[in-house]
């Protein structure tokens, strides 16, 4: 992210909104965070209904005290190879912001860590990779003792347009 500058002419840091507490979670041997007032709750892995002709990243619905909710795999979603589910491996479900509103949505992850409060002098804006890599939905980078955890922007891992289609689908 970019300083702007405001209407008084000095420069405006739009920063500051990624400071905050974070829960952290593993896949593949890496770490990522989403800011915790997006995580409505963490379960286990549970039974995961097969929603037919849903992108390969859907894994389907779950019914969560009453209410079906579209899951999806992040591991299919980032392109890595699926694994196995261990004792560990479990569902977040988000609160994700769609055209029409905001929706639950679970998201499969292979273990959750903790919760972080991560400072904004601690994180760094997502590496340039060039422009035919879509980087939009990483709020950056931050610097977690001697390890680097990316910040996930879970409004923008799927698009609106694909929250749509696993609405409609569900």
Partial sequence: MADLTNTMGR??????????KYLTFSMAEEEYGIGILKVKEIIGMMAVTMVPQTPPYVKGVINLRGKI????SLRRKFGLEEIDYTDRTCIIVVEVKTNTGNVLMGIVVDAVSEVLN?????????????SSLNTD??????????RVTILLDIDKVISAQEIEIVLQAA
């Fill in 11 to 20: 420069e405006v840091d739009v920063t500051a909104d990624r400071e905050g």
């Fill in 118 to 130: 991560i400072r904004n002098a601690d994180i760094e804006d997502t590496p340039d990779f060039g």
């Fill in 137 to 146: 939905f990483i709020l950056g980078m931050a610097k977690t003792g001697n």
């Fill in 69 to 72: 909710i579209p899951v999806v």
